[in-house]
């Protein structure tokens, strides 16, 4: 038996591991035409951008050209390679990647958090604890310093939003340039398009672009990655070819040595033409970002192996063609591109860099989305344009921003030169932000020492503090567009940051006192009705001042109050198993409950249809679990007592409530309805949707003996209710500065956050909630 074993233990390593390699292998040719589309399409205007201004044609020679070459080597071998393939694809929360990621550990391993609404509770979440505990003395400290001072945790969370709106820029620069630049081969044949119909033709495959956005890439992604790989397979031969046909000599520029031959060359004009040769690792950050729809490994299979060489050989061909041909600079992309091959090739470039740019304006939809997670942003309409595809989404508002935008910039700069300096500062800086974060990482979440962090700060930051020193330089020549841009929509994040916090902060001070609500008794001083009333609010304890203001202006009020916080956590993901929260408030007669549903910053919040059954269910188990667990139980000072975490894949099958699906026409409810009114409302629905199939759940009791006759009554109490039915009660506030108000904050609050909350989605649309069952009471905040 020993030997059997033996053999067995031998043989299964190597098959795991050939599973593992063929998974990662499959994932790693699905990630050419998601995350390399951008990354791929640099060679097009890369030389044409650094070989600009003062570095003109007669100023250059072979060892310039050299010089640029190794530049661009080094960068590719430093920034993609060292950097994001060997150190920061390490820094996944929980499988995702991006600046969210870095700053959703950072908070998860100090109290850098800005959000409101966050419990002890959440910290239980399984994906919620990340890496070892122990800390070293040099970081506790620097913990306790940055946890102490609000504004330091304000400015992280600046530094994150700033990123993110350099992200928001790539979104706009990307399609633009790699557009442009793709369809400036046009240049080079014989009937030569003159500048105003390059741009007309780029415009036109722009706006192609952007309407096929709605359909999601699910539909056409079968045919990204084919694209993707045939092109960098055609730049690897078309380097090749020109390295053996031009200069072979060029290999030798690999040595650093003629980098520093290039700037005792070229001085000044040479740093400033650095602005160019960093558009050669732009999309680099779709490594990191785009690493929650495939795995580390992968990524570093597809990026090592095939698109590191492919982009080397081609650099290094160019240069070689370059070399020989001073004065090629313009269109020195498809002037090395042989004529027989020429026009597949620019098939090719064309579809290239439409799969970039699709590629990197979805990522942008996804960081709007973490914003708003955040609190950062304000609400817009999410649409999920695929039910297999995790992740992929559509915002029709962004979509059509980013268009204009885009077209804008193609129309008023109508050179890829201009449209490089402002996608390079907005690329640079991104890389610059990313490295501080992960600095922070590497103290806080990987425990490594301050002086581990330290070096890996100042090494990267030189190198990119050199490369944003030379973009910054070309401000004026369109490097103001993606800082007024990131302005811009900081302008917006910050204004709908604080007014939300504002808002939050009054709810906090002005709760209802569960003391006022128990003299009142279990009726509240009104008629309660039969049905289910959820309540929503922001806060997660307590009872919001607006519930006050419902119990004074409406004389009646279901039986059965469930106040619902809806709140965002700092992990990508939350399980069903601990979505819902449920408790207690005030005693048993009080039929008032607590349910708190929690979501990732990358959660999909689905419009199933379900949610009603589904807390209906929790509320039920929640009743069940507090008669058997005692720690559950409100004690008699405290009537807002523990939540319980009610998985929601469980309940149905340890719950002593049957759910029994049926199917009724809209009909049937008609006649069910006793009030004239209802029933003619019912009428103008139903001839909206006209037969329509409902889907109607039932809850049934089963039969327990041993069940204690106060939680029958209450489990009795809970069905009935729900057979009448659910409303859904929020408030209808406007916010407003007080008097005493500074008028700074008089215009953030009255013009700004006012503004953006008449014109964004409002809350009852982002919750997917029914306006057939929907109550909104006005009330008026002022902070």
Not at 544 to 572: D, E, G, Q, R, Y
Request: hydrophobic fraction near 45%; proline fraction near 5%; charged fraction near 15%.
């Amino acid at each position: 038996m020993e030997p059997e074993s033996g053999i067995l233990t031998r043989r299964n390593p190597p098959q795991l591991s050939w599973v593992n390699l063929s998974k990662n292998l499959i994932l790693a040719y699905q990630s050419f035409g998601v995350v390399y589309g951008d990354l791929s399409t640099s060679p097009l205007y890369v030389y044409t951008s650094t070989f600009q201004g003062k570095l003109q044609p007669h100023n250059l020679n072979e060892e310039t050209v050299f010089g640029a070459f190794s530049l661009i080597f080094w960068t590719l071998t430093l920034i993609p390679l060292l950097k994001y393939v060997l150190i920061l694809l390490s820094a996944d929360d929980n499988g995702e990647g991006g600046t969210f990621a870095l700053y959703s550990l950072l908070c998860r391993h100090a109290k850098f958090n800005l959000l409101p609404n966050q419990q002890a509770a959440d910290e239980e979440l399984s994906s919620y604890k990340y890496g070892p505990s122990s800390q070293t003395s040099a970081s506790s400290q620097l913990k306790n310093f940055l946890e102490k001072h609000k504004r330091l945790r304000t400015v992280l969370l600046f530094v994150v939003l700033f990123g993110a709106c350099m992200v928001i820029g790539d979104g706009v620069f990307t399609p633009a340039i790699s557009v442009l630049s793709s369809v400036s081969g046009l240049q080079v044949t014989e009937k030569k398009l003159t500048d105003g119909e390059l741009v007309l033709l780029a415009c036109v495959i722009l706006v192609g672009l952007f309407a096929l956005q709605h359909f999601g890439t699910h539909r056409v992604a079968f045919i990204f990655a084919p694209v993707v790989i045939i092109w960098l397979i055609s730049i690897f031969l078309i380097g090749l070819y020109n390295i053996i046909h031009w200069n072979p000599k060029i290999v030798h520029a690999i040595s650093p040595h003629y980098i520093i031959k290039f700037f005792a060359e070229t001085g000044v004009p040479g740093w400033i033409s650095l602005g160019g040769i960093l558009l050669c690792i732009t999309g680099t950050e779709a490594m990191f970002a785009d690493l929650g729809h495939f795995t580390a490994l992968s990524i570093r299979l597809a990026f090592v192996f095939v698109v590191y060489p492919c982009l080397v050989v081609q650099y290094m061909g160019q240069a070689a063609f370059l070399s020989k041909n001073l004065t090629k600079v313009p269109e020195s992309f498809y002037d090395s591109i042989p004529k027989p091959v020429f026009w597949p090739v620019f098939v090719t470039a064309t579809l290239a860099a439409i799969v970039g740019s699709q590629a990197v304006i979805t990522a942008t939809f996804s960081i709007i989305k973490q914003c708003h997670a955040l609190g950062c942003f304000p609400r817009v309409k999410v649409v999920h344009t695929s039910k297999h595809i995790y992740g992929q989404i559509y915002i029709p508002e962004i979509n059509w921003i980013l268009m204009i935008l885009t077209l804008a910039i193609t129309i008023g700069f109508r050179d890829t030169s201009l449209i490089g300096n402002a996608y390079g500062i907005a690329c640079m800086t991104v890389i610059f932000v990313t490295t501080f974060l992960m600095a922070l990482v590497i103290i806080f979440v990987w425990q490594k020492s301050v002086l581990l962090a330290a070096l890996f700060l100042l090494f990267f930051w030189c190198v990119e503090g050199v490369y944003l020193s030379a973009a910054f330089i070309k401000v004026p020549q369109g490097g103001w567009v993606p800082l007024v841009l990131s302005c811009i929509f900081m302008v917006v994040m910050y204004v709908w940051h604080y007014g939300t916090c504002m808002k939050y902060s009054f709810d906090l001070h002005n709760k209802v006192s569960v003391k006022w609500l128990l003299g009142l008794g279990p009726s509240l001083g009104i008629v309660r009705v039969p049905g289910v009333g959820l309540i929503y609010s922001e806060l997660a304890t307590g009872v919001p001042a607006i519930f006050s203001h419902f119990v004074t202006n409406l004389p009646a009020f279901h039986n059965v109050l469930v106040f619902v916080c809806v709140k965002s956590v700092p992990v990508p993901y939350v399980s069903p198993e601990e979505r819902f929260l449920v408790g207690r408030i005030c005693p048993r007669p009080y039929r008032m409950y607590r349910c708190i549903v929690r979501y990732g910053y990358k959660d999909i919040q689905r419009d199933d249809g379900d949610f009603e059954n589904q807390l209906i269910q929790s509320i039920a188990e929640f009743i069940q679990m507090e008669a058997v667990e005692p720690q559950f139980s409100s004690s008699d000072t405290t009537f807002d007592g523990r939540m319980a975490v009610i998985s929601t894949r469980t309940v149905s099958s340890n719950s002593s409530l049957i759910a029994s699906e049926q199917e009724d026409l809209t009909v049937n409810s008609i006649q069910s309805s006793k009030s004239l009114t209802l029933q003619s409302l019912q009428y103008v629905y139903d001839d909206e949707n006209p037969q329509t199939m409902r889907h109607r759940v039932r809850f049934q009791l089963t039969p327990s003996p041993g069940m204690d006759p106060a939680v029958r009554e209450e489990l009795m109490d809970l069905i009935q209710a729900k057979e009448v039915g659910v409303a859904y009660i929020m408030g209808h506030s406007y916010v407003k500065a007080r008097r005493s108000s500074s008028y700074l904050k008089k215009l953030v609050i009255d013009i700004g956050y006012s503004f953006l909350r008449k014109n964004c989605r409002g809350p009852s649309v982002a919750l997917n909630i029914p306006h057939i069952s929907l109550i909104e009471v006005g009330m008026i905040y002022y902070v």
